[in-house]
């Protein structure tokens, strides 16, 4: 069975830095596009990064320069460095999997975690 689950959420303050891990079992994350998105209450869920199953990695405008992903070498797990985090509102950040070429469009990944909660405030 596929699982993903998330840690590495908590609260910073304003320009402080989080590294996010999602940790798969039941796969090895190099055979799956992974990616990162995260969701504020009454929000849609917005893609944030991904890293495709050939190594290729894509972020939101808006997290570029600050937030850097990365896939470990036995290819279980993939993490998300987040710095220089700005204030705004609580979000739950999830990971999620596909074995189709990786994209930050929600509709594309068929397996998710349950999330890590992530609130920047000072």
């Known amino acids: 069975q596929l699982q993903l689950v998330e840690s590495g959420g908590g609260l910073v303050q304003p320009g402080g830095s989080l590294r996010l891990s999602c940790l798969a079992s039941?796969?090895?994350?190099?055979?799956?596009?992974i990616a990162w998105f995260r969701q504020a209450p009454g929000k849609e869920r917005e893609g944030v990064s991904y890293?495709?199953?050939?190594?290729?990695?894509g972020y939101a405008d808006s997290v570029k320069g600050r937030f850097t992903i990365s896939r470990d070498n036995a290819k279980i797990a993939v993490y998300l460095q987040m710095n220089s985090l700005n204030p705004e509102a609580p979000a739950v950040y999830y990971c999620?999997?596909?074995?189709?070429?990786?994209?930050?469009?929600?509709?594309?990944?068929?397996?998710w975690g349950q999330g890590t909660q992530v609130t920047v405030s000072a």
């Open positions: 890293i495709s199953r050939t190594g290729r990695i």
């Open positions: 039941g796969f090895t994350t190099g055979y799956y596009s």
């Open positions: 999620a999997a596909t074995t189709d070429w990786g994209s930050l469009r929600v509709g594309e990944y068929d397996y």
